[in-house]
């Protein structure tokens, strides 16, 4: 891609669009959305966008495999769900690999006081989690290495949601195990929060970029389980 062919650089998230946002969880409604759907397009819909192409394009550089980027739509899909809001609170893209159905991602979060990035598995299947529960126990002090760089990195390592309550099958055997709760774990996800002043700069792509660097021991750890 040459020079005049890149999109226009990633402006930060302004305050109007943060405002919709945290007035949106007051306003949850359609009427009050389309009057303000505007905003919404300039202000959040077309930065995160350009944070997408950004973000993608400096992975590249970096030679993190996780180019393929996709934005995520506000709008919730509530046929199924007993939550009728039609609107999410938050706008948020990911980065996978290209043409992989590998499940590792990158994913970012945009709400005021409560934005984040974060990478690792989301609920993966349990196919794909056998093997890493494996080299959790197999491999605990390789665990403990990563769970410290992370650390030392400003990454928090976590289950990104509920745990299993008992041991999952096949591994009943190691509940003594001081990998246990990891075991448990149906997600492994290292996050950073962002303050709000963050997302409001032209360097959240920067940001995005280096905590996904940082996250290499955790893409290491899950790749070498699949190897």
Sequence with gaps: MSAVDLPPPFPGFSQAGLD??????????RDWFNARKSVYLDHLKGPLDLLVADVARRLAERGIPYTAGRP??????VRFSKDKRPY???VSAQFTRPDSDDPAL???HVAPGASFVAMGVYRPSVAYLRPVRRRIVDRWNDVVA????LGDAGLTLGP?????????QGFAAERDH??????RWQSLVAQRALDDADIREPQLSDRVV??????????????????
């Design 146 to 149: 990563m769970r410290d760089a």
């Design 210 to 227: 280096q905590a996904a660097a940082h996250a290499k021991p955790l893409f290491d750890f899950l790749d070498a389980a699949h190897a």
């Design 72 to 77: 995520f739509r506000i709008y919730r899909d």
């Design 106 to 108: 990158i994913y970012v």
């Design 178 to 183: 001081e990998g246990a709760e990891l075991v």
């Design 88 to 90: 999410q609170t938050h």
């Design 20 to 29: 919709v946002l945290r007035d949106l969880a007051d306003n949850n409604d």
């Design 160 to 168: 990104a949601g509920d745990p299993l309550t008992g041991m999952p």
